[in-house]
């Protein structure tokens, strides 16, 4: 473990338990007024219906082929059948469209005849490819790189008080080449980018937390999602007159890794921003580290109307083949480089937050050259603190983003 992670490791224990304490809020996105209607619902317009289940309780969303996809070592105890996941993904009340849904920004369109990937290769000043690291990468290491979390808060509330006074919170995924090694600078665009949304505005805490999320914008660039994701809007209503949604805040930055371990795909990451998780990160379940198994939905697999966007992903039809009929899958990262692709993040644990995601597989253990998932991402962990620390500490997530710190702001306390 390098020696920059040394000092703050020792916290993960603390902040675990820290974060897995209080009461569960329950949030009522409910508003008296509603922005301009559109001929189809968007994505932040159909996920409110998420925000709610069971009268408050988290949602639950595992059958036997989900654990199968998603979890292997939960088989025995998570076997359901499709009609019971849908019993589980049903409402009591469905909010309505509210004034704090923005209009979305038109959905992009793929070929859905075959499928090309996102280039990993864009220049990076930040960036280098030795050979030596390409020897040692982990075969189970799907795709690293940067991650961003953001906030941002319920319309009319500048300075929110606790996740209840959130509209929605969201995480990008900011790939980078498999065998690169992160240097010095600021990182240049690409557009490989993805913007994940999650409706319960916190991410899982424990085992027992299965959080819906969705890719709310694929094959994107930084710049893009500054204007069209990041900045706030205005828009009027019949009876308050002019109302803004409220620009995004950013609340982490860290490196990552998608990993597979059996039947399980993971993701983990390390934080590198903020240096001290604050109280807003312990509240919406962001640690020093952590990790979520993570499962895809078959879009072809019909689930209840209030969990269910009305687009799916533009997939070829080969991807759906790809499930044999089965409701989840684990992740291959084509699937995620479509918009409205529906995923499910269910909690680690483990002392250090990390669970079984970061474990090498029995090839690579018998050869020597290779690195355990674990040392890789702590690798990069220690290349983007010595950037950050080289650049402006923590306000280095700003020039990364092309955005100001003054509109923005990073958000470690209520």
Do not use: C
Request: glycine share 8%; aromatic share 6%; charged share 30%.
């Amino acid at each position: 473990m390098s020696a920059t992670r040394s000092g703050r490791s020792d916290k993960t224990s603390q902040e675990a338990n820290g974060a897995s304490t209080g009461d569960k809020r329950k949030i009522d996105d409910a508003s008296s007024s509603e922005p301009p209607k559109k001929a189809q619902k968007s994505l932040e317009e159909t996920m409110p219906a998420l925000e709610k289940s069971n009268g408050g309780k988290d949602t639950a969303i595992q059958d036997e082929e989900n654990a199968k996809g998603a979890d292997s070592a939960k088989e025995s105890r998570d076997a359901e059948d499709d009609n019971e996941e849908d019993n589980q993904m049903k409402t009591e009340d469905q909010p309505q469209v509210n004034e704090e849904q923005k209009p979305e920004p038109k959905n992009e369109t793929k070929d859905t005849t075959s499928y090309t990937p996102p280039s990993t290769l864009a220049s990076a000043a930040a960036i280098t490819q030795p050979s030596s690291r390409a020897a040692s990468m982990p075969s189970n290491i799907l795709e690293k790189g940067i991650i961003y979390f953001f906030t941002r808060s319920r319309v009319g509330i500048d300075n929110p008080e606790s996740a209840s006074d959130l509209q929605r919170t969201f995480f990008v995924l900011r790939p980078i080449p498999h065998d690169a090694k992160i240097t010095s600078g600021a990182l240049s665009d690409s557009t490989n980018n993805r913007l994940f949304a999650l409706p319960k505005k916190t991410f899982p805490k424990s085992h027992s937390d299965r959080f819906m999320a969705f890719v709310e914008k694929a094959g994107t660039s930084i710049a893009d999602l500054k204007e069209e994701f990041m900045a706030g809007n205005t828009y009027d209503t019949k009876t308050q007159g002019t109302r803004g949604t409220p620009a995004v805040s950013a609340v982490g930055e860290g490196v990552y890794a998608v990993t597979q371990t059996g039947r399980t795909t993971h993701l983990a990451y390390m934080l590198t921003v903020p240096e001290d998780v604050g109280e807003v990160q312990r509240e919406l379940g962001i640690r020093t580290q952590g990790s979520w198994a993570v499962s895809v939905k078959n879009p072809a697999r019909k689930g209840p109307a209030n969990a269910t966007l009305d687009q799916g992903p533009e997939w070829p039809k080969e991807f759906v083949d790809e499930f044999r009929g089965l409701a989840w899958a684990p992740v291959k990262m084509k699937y995620l480089d479509y918009a409205n692709v529906q995923i499910l993040l269910i909690g680690e644990g483990g002392e250090d937050g990390l669970g079984g995601a970061v474990e090498a597989t029995e090839k690579d253990q018998k050869d020597e050259e290779k690195e355990t998932p674990r040392e890789e991402l702590e690798k990069l962990e220690h290349e983007d603190e010595l950037r950050v620390d080289k650049l402006d500490g923590d306000d280095s997530i700003f020039g990364d983003l092309g955005i100001s710190k003054k509109d923005y702001g990073l958000l470690t306390k209520w």
